[in-house]
């Protein structure tokens, strides 16, 4: 059974920082791509960005300059670094790994329970 868990969230005044966590347990073989998703209040989850095995980036337009994505293979975990937080960056956040399992041939789509980060003065 694999587990996605983030952490790190929390309350964090305009123009501060975060970094949230998100580590995977179980009987891995492999994390390939893995990404950031957030949903703010009355909003559609939206990407925030992506890394692949190798470590390429990709993030949406919003994000760009603020936000990184980075990964550790040996540990199975996944971060995202946020700078210069904005109200509007408030949702909650939720880590994805496409991960194949010992044993398997393919990977499957796994998602963490999300974590709160909260924007305010």
């Known amino acids: 059974q694999v587990q996605l868990v983030e952490s790190g969230g929390g309350l964090v005044q305009p123009g501060g920082s975060l970094r949230l966590s998100c580590a995977a347990s179980?009987?891995?073989?492999?994390?390939?791509?893995a990404g950031w998703y957030r949903q703010g209040p009355g909003k559609q989850r939206e990407l925030v960005g992506v890394i692949s095995s190798a470590g390429t980036t990709n993030y949406a337009e919003f994000a760009k300059g603020r936000f990184t994505i980075s990964r550790d293979n040996a540990e199975n975990k996944v971060w995202l670094q946020m700078n210069s937080l904005k109200p509007e960056d408030t949702a909650v956040y939720y880590c994805?790994?496409?991960?194949?399992?010992?044993?398997?041939?393919?990977?499957?789509?796994?998602w963490g329970q999300g974590t709160q980060v909260t924007v305010s003065s």
């Open positions: 994805n790994a496409l991960i194949r399992q010992v044993g398997e041939v393919r990977g499957f789509d796994y």
């Open positions: 179980g009987s891995i073989f492999r994390i390939n791509a």
